[in-house]
Structures are given as C-alpha cells and as structure tokens.
C-alpha cells in the first residue's frame, strides 16, 4: 500500500474505499471531532458514539468530495448536525418526561382533592340529614342541586321569604354541625351557584 500521510494520497485512498485509508482517517478526526461535539454540551461517551457514527456513516454512504478540505468541512459539518439532533432528542426527551411526570403529579393531586371533595361532601350530606325537614329540604337544593331561591321556592311550593328564613337557619345549624373547612365549603358552593 502506498503511504498515505500526505492529505491528498489519503484522500485518493479513502475515495477507493481503501480500509487503511479509513482507519487512517478515523484516527487523525476521531479525537478533534469528539472534543468539537463536547463543546454542544454533550457528554464525553455521547460525542464518542455521535463520532463514530459520522465517521461511519461517511465510510458506508456514497460521497463524492471534490477536496480533502471539503471533506474535512464536510465531516465538522455532520458532527454539527448530530449534535444539535441529539440535543433536540435528549430536549423532547426530557421535555415529554417532564410533562409525564406532570401529569402523574397532576393525577395524584386531582383524585386527591376529589377525594377530598367526596368525603367532605359526604360530611355536608350527613350533617344536612340532621336538619328540620322542611330546612334540610331547602337547603339540599340549594347547595347540592344548585337552585337559587325562586327555583327553591317554585320546586317546594313555598314563598321565597320562608326559603330565605330556612336558608338562615339551615346556615345556622350547619355552622354548629360543621367544621370550619367543611363550612366554609358549604358557603362556597352555595356561592358558586349564585353565578
């Protein structure tokens, strides 16, 4: 085999898909290639394995260069290219981790206030059972089923004045049945109803 040390015999070597002249090439670019993937911020073994796979790549494909230069450009030039696409991978890879882990969170923290919300509705039901009946009606209606006093009044038979009383009274008793978190939730359903 003929020495191949001079860049232009080298070159003319590797275009005859001479596997000395490829060896010689990988090992002249593999370490200055590897230190210009490290500089995307990439890690040490990732740049080594986006390396070889340029490396490789440029022996198995059918490239024409008209120039050593052009190929030595041309080699910088797709360890750039692996490199942003390795970045842009390891980003939507984290990325989609990211929103997963969200969205597990989201998950725990959604069935955990309903949860929540269940068995203090629950505590609100129990509590509006102990009510006078005529009270534990009106006030049913109105903080489990939505109705604002009219609808109360029409749906009962009553006048908008008793709904009114028995709202205040039915408030009453429930501040006394009640903790204050789960009263306080009483007062906000009934609140959300009114919009």
């Known amino acids: 085999m003929e020495d191949i040390s001079d ?20 090992h002249r670019f ?42 030595k450009s041309f080699l910088y030039l797709s360890t750039k290219n692996a490199a942003i696409n390795y970045l842009d991978k390891r980003k939507r890879r984290l990325t989609n ?13 959604d069935d955990s206030r309903w949860i929540i919300y269940a068995e203090t509705l629950q505590l609100i039901k129990n509590a509006l059972e102990k009510l006078p009946t005529q009270c534990a009606a009106v006030m049913k209606l109105n903080i489990l089923d939505g109705l604002d006093t009219k609808e109360i009044a029409q749906k009962l038979n009553i006048t908008s004045s008793t709904v009114y009383s028995q709202k205040t009274k039915g408030l009453a008793l429930l501040k006394q049945l009640l903790d204050n978190g789960d009263y306080l939730l009483v007062l906000l359903l009934i609140d959300t109803f009114k919009k």
Do not use: G, M
């Open 7 to 26: 860049e232009s015999k080298l070159f003319s070597a590797f275009l005859r898909k001479d596997e000395k002249a490829f060896e010689f090439l990988f």
């Open 30 to 71: 593999y370490s200055p290639l590897c230190l210009y993937a490290i500089k995307f911020d990439i890690e040490k073994e990732s740049a080594e394995e986006l390396v070889q796979d340029v490396l490789l790549k440029i022996w198995s494909t059918d490239f024409h260069f008209d120039s050593y230069d052009k190929l």
């Open 97 to 109: 981790y990211d929103n997963y882990a969200n969205q597990i969170n989201n998950i725990v923290e």
